[in-house]
C-alpha cells in the first residue's frame, strides 16, 4: 500500500482554493467602494483601497463622484415617514421625514433641517415648511426632528444631539454634505442659530423666523463671543416688528421684547463683515410672520464652505469642537458644566448678566487657524490633542508643510496623500463633500503624529 505524505494532500487542497485575483485597473469604482463600506476587516479594507487608488482612472477630485456612485443607501418611497434614531446619552429622537417626488437613492439631495417651534410637532412642522417652499419643495429632502437643545446654555445631558440626528439621516437619505441649510421658528428660530453657531461646518446656510440670537445680544458682551462663529455661513434673522415676546438674557432676566432684542441685534453687528441678514417684518407679530420668500430662496441656494483659509470657533463641549480643518479631540482644564461655577461678584454699575458673562467666558474653548499658502498657524484653548486636516487643495501636496500651533513651530516637511484615510473619514462622517487625504495630530504638548485610517479618532460630536 503507497505511503501518503500529509503535506501532499494539503498541497492538493490548497490548489483547490481559489485565488483572489491580484488589483486590476479595470475594477468598478463603485463596487469597490460598496465592498469598503461592507468590509468589517481593517486589512481588507486597506486592499480595497488600493485597488480604488490603482485604478487607471483614479484622481483625487474622482472620489468624490465614486463615493455618490457607490455608497449603498436604501431604496425609500417619496412621501412623510417617521423615523427613531440614536440622538447621545441613551436617548432618541423621532424625525419625520418629506421626500420629494423624484427621489432616487442614486443622487445626493440638498437637506432641509426644520426645527419646529413650541407646541407644534415635528410633522406638523415638516409639512408647514414643505408648503413654505411651494415648488421648491421638490429640490429638498426635509428632515423635522424632536430636539431639547437650542440655547448655548442647554441642561445636561450634554451630547451631539443634532449632530447625531443628521448623521443618522444621512446614513438612511444620500444628502448632498454641501447643501444642509437649519430651518426653524419661534423655539425652532433659536434652535437654527444654535445649530449654525456650534455645529457651523455642517451647514450651508441658516433660517431663523420669529426668534433671536442664541444668547440675547446685549451690553454684557457675551454674545459677541459666539456670533463669529457664523463667518462662513449665511444666516438669515427675519422678526415682526411687533414680536411682543419677551427675551431673556445669560442671568435669566428680561432683556426686551423680540422686536426690541433683534433690532438692537441688527446695529452691533454691523461692520463685522459676518453674512447676517437682518430684515424686520413691518407689523408681524410672533405666530403670524409673513416669511420674507426671496431672502430665503437666496439662503437655500447656497452652498458650504468646504475648506476656508481662516476659521475660528468658539464652544461650550468638546462634542461642539469642529472648525472645519481643525478638529479637537481632547478637554483640557475646566468646563462649563452642572452646575455652574460660582458667579464673579458684580462689579459697581455692573449687572448681573455681565458679571456671569466675565464668569463664562473663560471656560468657553476656542479653535482658530490660518492658512497661508503651506504655512498653517493654529492656537487653542481648553483642547489638548487636535487634528489638523488637509482636504485635496488644501496645500501643495509637493512642497514642504509648516504647521505652527500656539507660537510654536510644530510640524516641518512635506505630507504624503493617504487613499484610505478620506474613504475611511466618509464613512465616520457621511460626509463626501469634505475629504481628507492627510492629518497630523498635535498633542497638547506639541509632539506631531500622521492620522492614518487606524489611527484616526472619531468625530468631534461622537466623543
Known amino acids: 500500500m503507497p505511503r501518503r505524505h500529509p503535506w501532499l494532500a494539503a498541497a492538493v487542497l490548497l490548489a483547490l482554493i481559489p485565488v483572489a485575483p491580484p488589483p486590476s485597473a479595470q475594477d468598478d469604482p463603485a463596487s469597490l467602494v460598496r465592498a469598503y463600506w461592507a468590509e468589517r476587516d481593517a486589512d481588507a479594507r486597506a486592499a480595497l483601497a488600493r485597488r480604488l487608488a490603482s485604478h487607471a482612472d483614479y484622481r483625487p477630485s474622482r472620489l468624490r463622484e465614486w463615493l455618490h456612485g457607490g455608497v449603498p443607501f436604501e431604496t425609500l418611497a417619496p412621501g412623510s415617514s417617521t423615523i427613531t434614531v440614536d440622538a447621545g ?3 432618541t429622537a423621532r424625525v419625520t ?3 420629494p417626488d423624484g427621489y432616487r437613492r442614486d443622487r445626493a439631495w440638498p437637506l432641509v433641517y426644520a426645527l419646529h417651534p413650541s407646541g407644534e410637532p415635528a410633522d406638523t412642522w415638516a409639512g408647514q415648511v414643505q408648503r413654505m417652499l411651494g415648488v421648491r419643495a421638490r429640490d429638498f429632502v426635509i428632515a423635522s426632528p424632536e430636539y431639547r437643545q437650542n440655547y448655548v446654555a442647554a441642561k445636561p445631558p450634554f451630547v451631539a444631539e443634532h449632530a447625531a440626528i443628521l448623521d443618522a439621516v444621512a446614513r438612511i437619505v444620500h444628502v448632498d454634505a454641501n447643501r444642509v441649510y437649519a430651518f426653524g421658528y419661534s423655539r425652532g428660530g433659536f434652535a437654527a442659530w444654535y445649530v449654525t453657531l456650534f455645529f ?19 451690553p454684557d458682551g457675551f454674545w459677541r ?13 427675519a422678526w415682526g416688528g411687533e414680536d411682543p415676546l419677551v427675551i431673556r438674557d445669560l442671568a435669566e432676566k428680561p432683556a ?6 433683534n433690532r438692537w441685534f441688527e446695529q452691533a453687528v454691523r461692520g463685522m463683515g459676518l453674512p447676517i441678514t437682518n430684515i424686520e417684518v413691518v407689523g408681524g407679530v410672533h405666530n403670524q410672520l409673513a416669511p420674507p420668500g426671496e431672502a ?34 481632547t478637554w483640557v482644564g475646566d468646563s462649563w458644566g452642572e452646575p455652574w461655577p460660582p458667579r464673579e461678584a458684580a ?9 456671569l458673562a466675565r464668569t463664562l467666558e473663560p ?14 498657524r493654529v492656537t487653542r484653548r481648553h483642547i489638548g490633542d487636535i487634528v489638523i486636516w488637509f482636504g485635496e487643495r488644501s496645500v501643495k501636496w509637493d512642497e514642504p508643510v509648516s504647521i505652527e500651533c500656539d507660537g510654536k513651530l510644530v510640524y516641518s516637511g512635506k505630507l504624503a496623500q493617504d487613499v484610505e484615510l478620506p474613504l475611511a473619514r466618509a464613512k465616520a462622517t457621511m460626509d463626501f463633500e469634505r475629504l481628507c487625504f492627510a492629518g497630523i495630530r498635535v498633542s497638547a504638548s506639541g509632539e506631531t503624529s500622521v492620522v492614518t485610517a487606524a489611527s484616526m479618532p472619531d468625530p468631534a460630536w461622537r466623543r
Not at 463671543?225 to 434673522?237: F, T
Open 89 to 91: 446619552a441613551g436617548d
Open 97 to 99: 421625514l418629506v421626500l
Open 200 to 218: 457651523a461646518d455642517r451647514f450651508a446656510g441658516a433660517v431663523s423666523l420669529a426668534a433671536g440670537f442664541d444668547v440675547a445680544p446685549g
Open 225 to 237: 463671543q459666539l456670533v463669529p462663529n457664523v463667518a462662513h455661513v449665511p444666516v438669515l434673522n
Open 256 to 261: 426686551g421684547t423680540f422686536a426690541e432684542s
Open 296 to 329: 430665503i430662496v437666496g439662503i437655500l441656494n447656497r452652498r458650504r464652505a468646504v475648506d476656508p483659509p481662516r476659521v475660528g470657533h468658539v464652544f461650550r463641549h468638546l462634542h461642539q469642537a469642529s472648525s472645519y480643518w481643525i478638529e479637537g479631540v
Open 347 to 355: 462689579r459697581p454699575g455692573e449687572s448681573d448678566a455681565a458679571a
Open 363 to 376: 471656560l468657553l474653548g476656542r479653535l482658530t487657524g490660518v492658512r497661508q499658502g503651506q504655512a498653517l
